[in-house]
């Protein structure tokens, strides 16, 4: 059974900096790419990166990038992002997913979802 | 402001057959795939319908997928209290400001 466990969000001030992590266990990590998405509270979801099975490729929304960095450590079947610069705007529940391909494509999709960790940008 | 444009509501009552739809351009809906997620009260998105019209195993056949040109929908039939949630659309989009744009969303009220 796919599983995936975010952690590492909480209460950082603006200008500040957090790391989130994405545990996964399930299936073979470094066959698929990985996404994070967030959820501002009580809004729609948005995509904020992804990355290729091999880490070699990575892709950013714009409202992130140069800020944030996606990254992943197959070894230890663990997805990264690291968050620089926040702000309130960056507030959100953030979720990693999983792909169905292991490079970058638009046939790919998110086919399992994690139950997300919160990040809140707030002084 | 979402780049794939959801009505916000949609409401119906059990047994009822509902449609949501998903309108979008050219460099996303009109050259890729379109995907659903159902997001029940207070948990993770969950995939409904990928590539237009393909149901995972596990998600029943009341609910379907279609894509015309740049605008696709999403059926329910037989409606039930169960569906109560919100729906997203999504699409890879060919444009350089990201790969994957979202609906804004549309909560489905089951009356």
């Known amino acids: 059974e796919v599983q995936l466990v975010e952690s590492g969000g909480g209460v950082v001030q603006p200008g500040g900096s957090l790391r989130l992590s994405c545990a996964a266990s399930g299936f073979t990590f470094d066959d698929y790419a990985m996404h994070w998405v967030r959820q501002a509270p009580g809004k729609g979801l948005e995509w904020v990166s992804l990355i290729s099975g091999d880490g070699g490729s990575t892709y950013y929304a714009d409202s992130v990038k140069g800020r944030f960095t996606i990254s992943r450590d197959n070894s230890k079947n663990s997805l990264y992002l690291q968050m620089n610069s926040l702000r309130t705007e960056d507030t959100a529940l953030y979720y990693c997913?999983?792909?169905?391909?292991?490079?970058?494509?638009?046939?790919?999709?998110?086919?399992?979802w994690g139950q997300g960790t919160l990040v809140t940008v707030s002084s | 402001q979402s780049v794939l444009t959801q009505p916000p509501s949609a409401s119906g009552t059990p047994g009822q057959r509902v449609t949501i739809s998903c309108s979008g351009s050219?460099?996303?809906?009109?050259?890729?795939?379109v995907y659903w997620y159902q997001q029940l009260p207070g948990t993770a998105p969950k995939l409904l319908i990928y590539r237009n019209n393909q149901r995972p195993s596990g998600v029943p056949d009341r609910f379907s997928g279609s894509k015309s040109g740049t605008s696709a929908s999403l059926a329910i039939s037989g409606l039930r209290s169960e569906d109560e949630a919100d729906y997203y659309c999504?699409?890879?989009?060919?444009?350089?400001?990201?790969?994957?744009?979202f609906g804004g969303g549309t909560k489905l009220t089951v009356l």
């Open positions: 997913a999983k792909d169905i391909l292991r490079p970058i494509s638009s046939h790919g999709y998110f086919q399992h």
């Open positions: 999504a699409a890879w989009d060919d444009s350089l400001s990201g790969p994957w744009v």
């Open positions: 050219s460099s996303n809906i009109g050259s890729n795939y």
